[in-house]
Antibody, heavy 121, light 110 residues
Framework: EVQLLESGGDLVQPGGSLRLSCAAS????????MGWVRQAPGKGLEWVSA????????YYADSVEGRFTISRDNSKNTLYLQLNSLRAEDTAIYYC??????????????WGQGTLVTVSS | EIVMTQSPATLSVSPGDRATLSCRAS??????LAWYQQKPGQAPRLLIY???TRATGIPARFSGSGSGTEFTLTVSSLQSEDFAVYYC????????????FGQGTKLEIK
């Protein structure tokens, strides 16, 4: 059974930093692209970042480019998202997702339960 | 950027009836489309990929169709647990941020 368990969400002040983690199990972690998708309160879904199975390449939404860093440790079956220079508009639930390749892209085959990041003074 | 437009924003349907949700892409995406279901307080769940292939464990009352720019998710004989928000996602353009989600359709009980 595929399981994705996020952690690290918290209340942080504007300009602050956080590190999110996603512990994966139930599949061959290093074989799959992974990503982070966020959902602001009462809003829809937005891709934040994605990473290939090997860790390179990585991809970012324009809104987080230069502030967020995605990484993975395949020896620990864990995905990370480093969030720096946080802004109020980064407030959201952050979901970890297992990617599955199909056609010309990747969709989110499994999702974690999410971790809440709140940016406020 | 490919814009995904879902309609209607809210759909009111009675249990046991059929629901038809639409998703339109601003340019052709072949069949590179997925549908997700999200219930309140829960993470999204994959329903359909490749426009029409049901994901593992998804009941047969969920079906997807379409190609190019017009797509439909049909839920036949609605059950109480089907009332939720549904999102489409195009992955014809990859990687993020070029892969985009629709704004969602809320399926509510009539």
């Amino acid at each position: 059974e595929v399981q994705l368990l996020e952690s690290g969400g918290d209340l942080v002040q504007p300009g602050g930093s956080l590190r999110l983690s996603c512990a994966a199990s139930g599949f061959s972690f290093s074989s799959y692209a992974m990503g982070w998708v966020r959902q602001a309160p009462g809003k829809g879904l937005e891709w934040v970042s994605a990473i290939s199975g090997t860790g390179n390449p990585t991809y970012y939404a324009d809104s987080v480019e230069g502030r967020f860093t995605i990484s993975r440790d395949n020896s620990k079956n864990t995905l990370y998202l480093q969030l720096n220079s946080l802004r109020a508009e980064d407030t959201a639930i952050y979901y970890c997702a297992k990617g599955r390749s199909h056609g010309s892209g990747i969709f989110c085959e499994y999702w974690g339960q999410g971790t809440l990041v709140t940016v406020s003074s | 950027e490919i814009v995904m437009t879902q309609s209607p924003a809210t759909l009111s349907v009675s249990p046991g009836d059929r629901a038809t949700l639409s998703c339109r892409a601003s340019q052709s995406i072949s069949i590179n489309l997925a549908w997700y279901q999200q219930k309140p307080g829960q993470a999204p769940r994959l329903l359909i990929y490749g426009a029409s292939t049901r994901a593992t464990g998804i009941p047969a009352r969920f079906s997807g169709s379409g190609s190019g720019t017009e797509f439909t998710l049909t839920v036949s004989s609605l059950q109480s647990e089907d009332f939720a928000v549904y999102y489409c996602q195009q992955y014809n353009n990859w990687p993020p941020p070029m892969s985009t989600f629709g704004q969602g359709t809320k399926l509510e009980i009539k």
